[in-house]
């Protein structure tokens, strides 16, 4: 079952590639999803990393928490359930 990272603090000019890419270090990226507004498109600042494993999960988040993407310091940790 995938497991769903929240990405934030995102520079607005990364691409789901770029973020595909600093992901896949870390393990088999299943989706990437940056969300956008829905006036503008313009990327909102944050996204979400589905990885295939806990493992795979666990260690990017560890890895990649405070790194620096684009000269800002990604926040990386599970994405919490949404409550509708």
Known sequence: ????IYVGNLPYNTQESDL???F???GNVDNVKIIRDRET???RG???VEMSTEEE???AITALNGSDLGG???KVSLSKPRNY
Do not use: I, K, P, W
């Open 1 to 4: 079952m995938s497991q769903s």
């Open 20 to 22: 595909r890419e600093v």
């Open 24 to 26: 896949e270090a870390h």
């Open 41 to 43: 498109g313009r990327s």
């Open 46 to 48: 944050f996204g979400f």
């Open 57 to 59: 999960t666990n260690a």
């Open 72 to 74: 800002r310091n990604l």
